[in-house]
């Protein structure tokens, strides 16, 4: 697949479960939450208003399973303090495997 680059890219790490959970066919989780801080509160005003890029990373150690996924919508909720990361369409995917949930190709 190849990446849409052309709009503004967050770059964010993953644990594996969620990472293979957005990635599943059929997609088993659509929206990524993240907690309302001030650290995520700049980062997201670095990119500014949906829709942008969402660049996951699961890893450290390459070759590090990776996937951009578009941003449709970003809600903040108040009353839990939480970011809602409403995801799109999957642009592009690196080092894993939908089939398998995997790391891999």
Do not use: C
């Amino acid at each position: 697949m190849a990446a849409a680059y052309s709009a503004p890219t967050l770059v964010v790490n993953i644990a594996r479960e969620f990472f293979a959970d957005i990635l599943a066919l059929p997609r088993r989780k659509n929206i990524e939450y993240r907690n309302m801080t001030p650290y995520w509160l700049s980062r997201l005003e670095r990119v500014g208003p949906a829709p942008f890029n969402l660049r996951m990373l699961n890893g450290m150690t390459p070759p590090v399973p990776e996937a951009t996924v578009r941003v449709n919508k970003v809600v903040r909720r108040g009353s839990t303090s939480t970011l809602e990361l409403h995801l799109g369409r999957v642009l592009d995917i690196k080092h894993w495997d939908r089939k398998k949930e995997r790391p891999g190709r």
